[in-house]
């Protein structure tokens, strides 16, 4: 059995400025990519203004999310996406969620939720050394690649694409417009959250983003022609 068990086909392959598309390759991640994305990719991102993921460690997410989704029963998963440039894998985004996590709009349901979620930006990836990566092939559309991998995961494994998020206050009004334009609903600020210790850890401040059933069906069809 694979890892996405064969219901909803993962996305294969992503578009490129050039017009053609450069194929994909979604794994497990492993911590050799953890280690190459620390020294490789986080250290431009740091340089870059309103990510949300600035001066994260995936060394210790990978390890301590680990350690937490086992300890309450979460389930982790950490997930990479990436191309091959020669012999080269090349990480593209890393997308560490966990399962059987409660659904924000009723909590006796499950769903996954994502807790980090991050895409290489271009400008680490042309300057990656001894990897030559040519700008019009460099792959599009990550953020939300990653976001239907996320999906496409809570589908397959009977969550009928109940998927969650906390869109970083980092990344500001934009990050959450973004989730909003990518068909996330908001979990209303003056509802009451039951999710367990998190609700106590990061309390709802009107951040938190989720797809229903019905938003995740309609998530996946945009990304239907790039599964084959």
């Not at 740091?46 to 060394?59: F, G, I, Q, T």
């Not at 989704?69 to 982790?76: E, V």
């Amino acid at each position: 059995m694979s890892f996405f068990k064969k219901k909803i086909a993962r996305v294969k392959k992503a578009p490129t400025k050039s017009g053609a598309t450069i194929p994909l390759h979604i794994s497990k991640m492993t911590l050799k990519q953890v280690r190459w994305w620390q020294a490789e990719i986080q250290p431009v991102i740091d340089e870059l203004p309103n990510r949300a993921d600035k001066y994260w460690n995936w060394v210790l997410i990978a390890a301590s999310t680990n350690v937490i989704g086992r300890l309450f029963t979460r389930k982790p998963t950490g997930i990479s996406i990436g191309i091959k440039i020669g012999q080269n894998f090349v990480p593209v985004a890393l997308l560490q969620l966990v399962s059987k996590f409660p659904y924000l709009k009723n909590p006796e349901q499950k769903s996954a939720f994502i807790w980090y979620l991050s895409v290489a930006p271009k400008e680490a990836l042309l300057q990656l050394e001894g990897i030559e990566i040519k700008e019009d092939l460099l792959p599009k559309r990550l953020g939300s690649i990653a976001l239907d991998t996320a999906v496409v995961y809570a589908m397959n494994h009977r969550y009928k694409g109940r998927t969650a998020l906390h869109a970083d206050e980092e990344g500001g009004d934009q990050l959450l417009d973004w989730y909003i334009a990518r068909g996330m609903q908001i979990f209303p600020k003056n509802d009451d959250l039951d999710i367990g210790i998190r609700s106590i850890i990061v309390p709802n401040d009107g951040r938190y983003c989720y797809y229903s059933e019905e938003g995740a069906r309609e998530e996946i069809k945009e990304f239907n022609p790039l599964r084959s």
